[in-house]
């Protein structure tokens, strides 16, 4: 008797040790599941209150002017983006403030510019046959003009005629017919300066239009463009590439021995105003 009673308590107590052992196996994995999801949720957490969203404004340079230069800044530590003329910037509030301190230095009113363009020429010949060409304020064609602008800013010097162009052509009757148009000749220069210090970077793009010597139905069209650097409030000096040329830069008149017939030669001049 004694040992049938004994079996149903042995009985409840393997039992209830493969219950515990099996609670154990399933509660086991739980709890690394619940651990990954917390540490997940605190690592998201911890990363928010690190980074911030703040809007920079912009005053006086462009958003697109910018914004190479701010993605540049932050690389993989943050994102920017423009809306209109601000950035909208994503980082930790330390790379923020140090892309505001950056965006303050770059961000500045751009200085407004006095450009003098120098285009006129004037054809002679030396005694060895040399093409010269002496150009300076009094010369007969073109002349110094000026335009303000501000820095950074395209500035369009331009003068030109329009001039009857006839051409002959022939019907079908066999009758000769002539036709007269206008067509503009004109000198053009795109001149976009910036400073650094005392020193002025152009970015010019010229156009030259010419009537032809050898047709008279024809016009010659001459572009460059070009990227220089001079001081302020000097003459800077261009030329095609196939010109050939020395030039004294102390005077306001400069003299050019080329071998083209048509080149044309200009100089600019750039000066701050307060």
Not at 61 to 79: H, I, M, Q, W, Y
Not at 106 to 128: C, E, F, G, Q, Y
Not at 233 to 249: F, K
Request: charged share 20%; with cysteine; proline share 3%.
């Amino acid at each position: 008797m004694a040992a049938h009673s004994a079996c149903p308590a042995i009985a409840d107590t393997l039992a209830n040790s493969c219950f515990t052992r099996l609670s154990r196996r399933m509660i086991m994995p739980v709890r690394n599941l619940l651990n990954v999801v917390i540490t997940s949720v605190l690592i998201a957490f911890s990363t928010q209150a690190l980074s911030a969203t703040e809007v920079v404004p912009l005053n006086y340079r462009t958003s697109a002017d910018l914004l190479p230069v701010a993605k540049s800044f932050l690389g993989t530590e943050g994102s920017v983006s423009a809306y209109g003329n601000q950035l909208i910037v994503n980082a930790e509030s330390r790379k923020i403030e140090e892309l505001r301190t950056l965006i303050a230095q770059l961000d500045t009113a751009p200085k407004r510019l006095l450009i003098s363009v120098d285009t006129s020429d004037n054809v002679t010949r030396n005694s060895s046959g040399s093409r010269v060409i002496e150009y300076g304020t009094a010369s007969r064609e073109g002349g110094v003009q000026q335009v303000q602008t501000s820095e950074g800013t395209p500035a369009l010097i331009q003068i030109g005629q329009s001039v009857p162009l006839t051409s002959s052509s022939t019907d079908s009757y066999g009758y000769s017919q002539s036709n007269t148009e206008y067509r503009n000749v004109t000198q053009g220069f795109y001149v976009t300066a910036s400073v650094t210090g005392d020193t002025v970077h152009l970015s010019i793009s010229t156009n030259h239009d010419r009537m032809s010597q050898e047709r008279a139905d024809a016009i010659k069209v001459q572009s460059t463009d070009s990227q220089v650097s001079g001081r302020l409030g000097e003459w800077i000096t261009l030329a095609s590439n196939s010109d050939q040329s020395v030039a004294d830069q102390r005077g306001l008149a400069q003299r050019y021995s080329t071998q083209g017939r048509d080149d044309m030669i200009l100089r600019v001049k750039v000066e701050t105003l307060e």
